[in-house]
Each structure stands twice: as C-alpha cells, then as structure tokens.
C-alpha cells in the first residue's frame, strides 16, 4: 500500500489509465472482432466497411502505445488478405 501522498496519487492515477486502456483496447477488439465476423458470414461489402472503422481504431491504439505497431501491422494485414480473399469468390 502506498504511504506518502506522492505515492498514493500515483496509485490514483495509475489505476484511473488502466481503467481507460481497458476501454480503448476493448474498443479496438471489438471492431476487429466486427470484420472478422463479416468475413465469416460472407458479406465482402459489410466487412470493407468494418475494416474502414477498424483501422483507424488500430492505429490509434499504436500511437497511444497500447499495441505495439507491428502487431497492429499483422491485424491490418490478415484482415485484409481476408477480405480480398472473400472477394474473388
């Protein structure tokens, strides 16, 4: 437990990010979780749509430093591949 003032305001702080990282991330998941979807049900239209959402959602976790950017990179990249896959079908 934190003792001096310094350290419980921290403590405070730390915990009020966490709590909004824990809300950006589960953003982020959501919109990729959306075209993964879409890719799933076959609907090439609706998942370029939510790709479109998803992202700018990616990039901004990367520059807010929730995500490293070569893991928002591979997301980009396999959503994509997905899409285009669906659409030479």
């Known amino acids: 437990m934190a003792n001096s003032p310094s350290a419980i305001k921290r ?6 990010r966490r709590q909004h990282n ?3 991330r589960s953003r982020m998941r959501t ?4 075209v993964v979807k879409s ?4 609907d090439g239209s609706a998942a370029s749509e939510q790709y479109k959402v998803a ?3 990616l990039d901004s976790m990367v ?7 070569n ?4 997301h980009k990249s396999r959503l994509n591949k997905a899409i285009r896959a669906l659409q030479q079908q």
């Open 71 to 74: 893991k928002a990179a591979r």
């Open 31 to 34: 919109a990729v979780k959306k």
């Open 22 to 24: 824990v809300a950006l």
């Open 11 to 16: 403590a405070r702080q730390s915990e009020r």
């Open 55 to 57: 992202v700018p959602q």
């Open 39 to 42: 890719v799933n049900t076959g």
């Open 63 to 69: 520059n807010k430093g929730l995500i490293h950017r």
